[in-house]
């Protein structure tokens, strides 16, 4: 799999181009397509290095408009990254989970619950299908089944998935530094925690506390300029399965 995001500065031109393919893409985030999602999957078109038959679950459809958008001609879809199939959801056997939650980490939508050695459940209105789930369970237990009724992948469907998408990516960075900020503030002791006895602290070993409280305090502000969400979320979108 390619880099999540080319860290190369883009044109205008570029950027843009980005910005309309990100938007007719389904959004699933499979990385069926060889990149590390939808929006570099677009950027490698953008850029030049990447086709634009390489999204199943865009298909013969999605080819059609990612065309349109680059001024490229229409390609078959490229059997190495797939093919074009019904949607599906995943199941887990839940008599067969014994709750490790890899498929948790590995799920891009946030679509699957439960806690560690507990039962985990998908729920089936949020899974995009993208079965990025099945193979770390180390149980063989998730499987993908056809949504029934059978019905196509919709506009509104890659909407809810973009958004739930930015939400859980929000998620982790939040956690992030919030592992972060623990991790610091052990190295740091609170006045009432110093024992009044105790020698004062060497020049040496007051320049490492403070360095460590700086480094906390970037974290919380790394923290604070964390974007907010807008408009409406995943919440107010109810896929129909």
Known sequence: MQDAIDTAP??????????????????TQCTKCGFAG?????QAIATGRAEINQCPPGGVAGIARLSRIAARPALPLNPANGVEAPLTVAVIDEALCIGCTLCIQACPVDAIVGSAKRMHTVL?????????????????????????????WSEDDGRA???????????????????EE????????????????????????????ARVAAAIERARERRRQQPQPTGAGAGAHKAHR
Not at 38 to 42: N, V
Request: aromatic share 4%.
């Open 38 to 42: 939808c929006r570099p999957y677009a």
């Open 182 to 209: 623990r991790r610091l503030a052990k190295s740091v002791a609170e006045p009432h925690q110093l024992d009044p006895h105790e020698a004062p602290l060497s020049p040496e070993a007051n320049a490492r506390k």
């Open 161 to 179: 998935a973009r958004e739930r998408f930015h939400a859980r990516t929000r998620r982790l960075a939040r956690e992030r530094i919030e592992t």
């Open 10 to 27: 883009l044109s205008a031109f570029e950027a843009d181009l980005v910005e309309r393919l990100d938007a007719v893409l389904p959004q």
């Open 124 to 152: 089936g209105a949020l899974c995009t299908g993208c079965d990025l789930c099945v193979p770390p369970c180390p149980m063989d237990c998730i499987a993908m089944i056809p949504v029934e009724p059978m019905r196509a």
